[in-house]
Structures are given as C-alpha cells and as structure tokens.
C-alpha cells in the first residue's frame, strides 16, 4: 500500500505535534506548518524520529491566515501526488485575559474569526480535489465552548461554533470525503494557558493523551460528524 499522507497545520507544539508525531508513528508522511520557522524544524526533527523509519516530514513556515502560505501547503501536497488528511489544528484563543463580549476589542474578533474560520475552509478549498480523489478527510478541531456559554469564551467560542456549522454543512456536500469536527477537551498547552494566565494548569491532561482518540477516528474512518476525543479513547469506547 502506497504511503498515506496528512497535512497538520499548527504542528510546532501543542495537540498539532502530538497528532502529527501519533500519524507518523502509524506510517504517514506528512506536510506541518506553523509560523514560528525554528520551532517548527524543531517539531519536524521529533515527529520523523517517532515514524517508524523515519517518515517524511515536510516543514513550511507560514501564517495559514496568508492566502500564499495556503497555496504553499496545497502545492506541497500535489507535488507530493496526494493527500489523505487535512487537519485544521492551527488556532488561536483571540484576546487574552478573556474579555466579555461587552468589550471585545472588535480587530481581536476579527483574528479570531480569521484563523478558527476563514482560513481553515479556505485551505479545504484548495486541497479539497486531492481529497476527493483519495477518499481523505478533514480532521477540523473545533472545542466545547462552541457549544458551550462559558463567560468570557464569547469570540473563540463563536469562531469555533462557525467553524462546526461549516464542517457540518461540508459534510452533507462532500460525500466522497469525511469531515469530522471534533473537541479534543482541557489540554496543557500554550493556549489554555493563555486562556487561564497565571494559573497552575498542571492537571490538565497533556495533548498526548488524546492522539490515540483522533488516531482511531482517522484509521478506522469513522462516519462523518462531529465527535468529543473522550468519547473515541479505548476506556470509554
Ligand atoms: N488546549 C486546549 O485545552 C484546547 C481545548 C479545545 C480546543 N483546542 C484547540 O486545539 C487546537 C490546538 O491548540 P493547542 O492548545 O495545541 O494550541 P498551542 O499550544 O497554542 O499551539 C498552536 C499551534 O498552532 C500554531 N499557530 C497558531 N496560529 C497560527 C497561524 N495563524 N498560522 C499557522 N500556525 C499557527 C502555533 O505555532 P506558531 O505560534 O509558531 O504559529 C502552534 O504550533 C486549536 O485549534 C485549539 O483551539 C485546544
């Protein structure tokens, strides 16, 4: 079987360098972006040292919010002569502390918006005719609070129910391809540090502990739709 390949955007640290070393440990090839260019080598070297052999690792530094980092990342892809997943990890939590909806300052909402939303439908566009012809997937992740009223959550919550309601209506248009939204819960990253600044987040579960729930998704091709990574781990299944 020819080796499968998967585009992780936001691969640098966080949940999209644990996926994206949990892919190559299952045998991908992959394509990572981030816009910090030495973290992101960094990420590289790690997540080829995980694939058994050494998987391919192609690393392109870029804000996927530029249309010409985007087209990087498709040329990449079609160069390469595939793609079977396209993951849209890469996401930023908007103003921080977490302002009211009341003050949101509207240019941080607009980020927001930007890259939870704009920027992953519009790199589906580009690759979404590799995926077709591979039978691929989308892998958008997207979080509880949009679905949830948590105070202060109101501009990444609302970016991210956006960005569900767009995979929920790809998935009704593209049936060769699955489309999965999914909440991978509290991680101990960056970001929920930024959204709880000063606070010790030290037991929240590390991104590690959720690859095998969007490893399953992604191996077995579960239908599409929107699922909760708890849900998809061994323990619960
Ligand atoms: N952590 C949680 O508790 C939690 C909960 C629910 C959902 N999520 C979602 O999980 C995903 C990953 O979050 P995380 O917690 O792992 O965040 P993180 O630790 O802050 O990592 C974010 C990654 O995305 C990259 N990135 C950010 N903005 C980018 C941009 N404009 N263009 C390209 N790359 C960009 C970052 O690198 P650079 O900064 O160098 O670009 C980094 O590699 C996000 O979609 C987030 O909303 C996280």
Redesign the pocket.
């Known amino acids: 079987m020819e080796t499968q390949l998967a585009l992780v955007?936001?691969?640098?640290?966080?949940?999209?360098?644990a996926l994206a070393a949990g892919l190559a440990r299952e045998g991908y090839d992959l394509i990572i972006?981030?816009?910090?260019a030495a973290?992101?080598d960094a990420a590289a070297a790690q997540i080829r040292a995980a694939g058994a052999g050494g998987r391919t690792v192609i690393a392109i530094p870029?804000?996927?919010?530029d249309p010409a980092h985007r087209l990087e990342l498709a040329r990449a892809a079609e160069l390469a002569g595939r793609l079977d997943v396209l993951v849209n990890?890469?996401?930023?939590l908007g103003a921080s502390p977490l302002p009211a909806l009341a003050d949101y300052p509207p240019d941080e909402l607009r980020t927001a918006f930007e890259?939870?939303v704009i920027?992953p439908i519009a790199l589906i566009q580009l690759v979404l005719p590799l995926l077709r012809a591979a039978g691929g997937a989308v892998l958008n992740?997207?979080?509880?609070a949009a679905v949830e009223a948590y105070a202060g959550w109101g501009g990444y919550g609302a970016a991210?129910a956006a960005l569900e309601q767009a995979s929920n209506v790809l998935a009704a248009e593209e049936l060769a391809v699955r489309v999965w939204w999914a909440?991978?819960?509290?991680?101990r990253?960056?970001?929920?540090q930024r959204a709880f600044p000063g606070e010790d987040i030290s037991d929240?579960p590390l991104?590690e502990s959720v690859v095998p729930a969007f490893v399953r998704l992604i191996t077995e091709r579960l239908p599409s739709g929107r699922y909760r990574a708890a849900h998809l781990l061994p323990a619960v299944r």
Do not use: E, F
């Open positions: 955007t936001g691969a640098s640290r966080g949940l999209g360098r972006d981030a816009r910090d973290a992101l870029g804000d996927v919010t990890n890469a996401g930023t890259v939870n920027a992740i997207t979080s509880d991210k909440d991978p819960g509290d991680l990253t960056d970001m929920h929240r991104p």
